[in-house]
């Protein structure tokens, strides 16, 4: 399993067809699980992608529409007949905890393990996990109900040592960490060693970002600029655009718009509406305005 790598689960909207699931998608970042929106049918596609559902550490829950969210009590329900012990922190807006006690009070009653809720402003920019690799940040989205989506960002690797010149100058064992986080060595004798001769630069930090239902909005490019993957929702084609605008969703010209804006590595597009027979009309559409897409289609797995 690469380092950062995400898995498509489901990239329909409201109404699921034969062809597609409701939203679902799990970000692996160096072995570490994140799951990120839970339609139904996502303890199914968990079994079709061999991922392991105990190994979900945090859940990201962008906004309370029941494509996004109806999956939930089913796998924690499955996670406690599986025997997971460890807990499960549940990152959603405010409200979502007072809508779910009532269901873990009833189907959940002997959960062997804790369900966290930790609720977040989805009206700021905010940072709402942090652990040693990795920061998520909210991104501020409009849509009917208060949504949010989610900047994955790996922490600033370390500077690679050159252990040839390490040897060379007799650099304690003690002085490593410092000169990896890019300070120079001051030898015994008082010399100044610079660090560009101890170290060469640090593998470049991965990012991705997950923008679900929202209208088209420039507001967010300064928080997704030059991201490694972006997933933008594409809900409707221009043609649609009206409908787009009333319901607050996007087209997939609009997703393309955006990445371009925001000069973005790859787009990955999604959300697709149950009336397309054929999601190309979609990516035909976001490719005549940014080259770089790719359609999220369950069973996806792209290594950021």
Do not use: W
């Amino acid at each position: 399993m690469n380092q950062f790598e995400l898995h498509i689960l489901g990239c329909g909207s409201a109404l699921p067809t034969r062809r597609h699931l409701p939203s679902a998608q799990v970000l692996v970042v160096r072995g570490k699980q994140f799951l990120i929106d839970c339609g139904e049918g996502t303890q199914l596609q968990f079994r079709y992608t061999k991922l392991n559902y105990n190994k979900i550490l945090d859940v990201f829950i962008s906004h309370l529409h029941g494509d996004h969210c109806f999956g939930l009590i089913g796998l924690i329900s499955t996670m406690g007949l599986l025997g997971r012990h460890a807990p499960l922190t549940i990152h959603a807006p405010g409200n979502l905890e007072n809508l779910m006690k009532p269901q873990l009070d009833y189907f959940c009653k002997e959960l062997p393990y804790e369900v966290r809720f930790s609720p977040f402003d989805s009206g700021k920019h905010a940072c709402i996990y942090t652990d040693r690799s990795l920061e998520v940040y909210t991104i501020p989205l409009r849509h009917r109900i208060p949504t949010s989506g989610f900047l994955f960002k790996e922490r600033q690797n370390d500077r690679h040592i050159l252990k040839d010149m390490i040897e060379f100058f007799n650099v304690p064992l003690r002085e490593i960490p410092a000169i990896k986080a890019g300070h120079d060595y001051i030898t015994e004798a008082g010399e100044r060693i610079p660090n560009g001769r101890l170290t060469i630069d640090p593998t470049p930090s991965k990012s991705y970002a997950y923008i679900s239902d929202t209208l088209y909005t420039e507001s967010i490019i300064p928080y997704i600029k030059g991201v490694d993957l972006l997933y933008h929702e594409a809900t409707f084609c221009e043609k649609e655009k009206d409908t787009a605008t009333v319901t607050f969703h996007s087209t997939a010209k609009q997703a393309g718009c955006l990445a371009s804006a925001a000069g973005v590595k790859k787009l990955l597009i999604g959300h697709f509406s149950a009336r397309y027979t054929d999601d190309n009309v979609l990516l035909n559409e976001a490719r005549n305005t940014f080259g770089q897409v790719e359609l999220a289609n369950e069973g996806l797995c792209l290594e950021i």
